[in-house]
């Protein structure tokens, strides 16, 4: 090879569609079996730029359980049906439709606003993208928060997650465009 050689860099790998045959494992979606006491269906749709549904898309959540404590059992891998993790990775269907059974979580410290912390790996993305759900009813909370305050407030109802008539929360995410949910930056 001549030294001279002038190399040219070559485009990044996109994170999926691939990755569907080897991150999906038994139970992924379910941080606690479904009918649990306390369970609830976390649920949503996955868009793109166009505002289609993106039938190929993985989410992976965390979050503390119902009274605040970040948890650190192992067996995320292997569900037992009794112990939650605190983690759940879910396949979005081919309607776009992502569900997972989880808490509520609760503030991991007094007066702080419940989230659940997300990332999302979807076509076209040359790396996973982060975001937060927070819970919708302590306005207080969410007010204070700072990563809620430090955005105008078109952009901070991209991260708070509607109530179900069930109890149940619903939160959609935008990956560009009109209502684009807001993305973590972390260095």
Do not use: C
Request: charged share 20%.
């Amino acid at each position: 090879m001549n030294n001279q050689t002038k190399l040219v860099p070559t485009p990044g790998q996109t994170v999926g569609p691939f990755y569907g045959y080897a991150l999906p494992f038994d139970k992924d979606n379910e941080l606690l079996a479904p009918g649990s006491p306390g369970s609830i269906r976390l649920q949503g749709t996955v868009y793109d730029g166009a505002g289609h549904t993106i039938p190929d898309a993985i989410l992976e959540i965390w979050q503390p359980d119902a009274e605040g404590n970040v948890v650190q059992k192992t067996g995320s891998l292997v569900r037992d049906g009794y112990t939650f993790t605190g983690w759940g990775r879910g396949a979005v269907g081919n309607s776009g439709v992502f569900t997972f059974t989880t808490v509520n979580p609760g503030p991991t410290s007094p007066g702080s606003a419940p989230f659940i912390s997300v990332a999302i790996f979807a076509r076209g993305l040359t790396n996973r993208l982060f975001t937060r759900i927070y819970l919708p009813e302590d306005t207080e909370a969410l007010a204070n928060d700072p990563l809620l305050s430090s955005l105008d407030p078109e952009r901070r109802k991209t991260l708070i997650a509607r109530r179900d008539a069930d109890g149940g929360l619903t939160w959609d995410v935008r990956l560009q465009g009109e209502g684009e949910t807001v993305f973590l930056d972390f260095q």
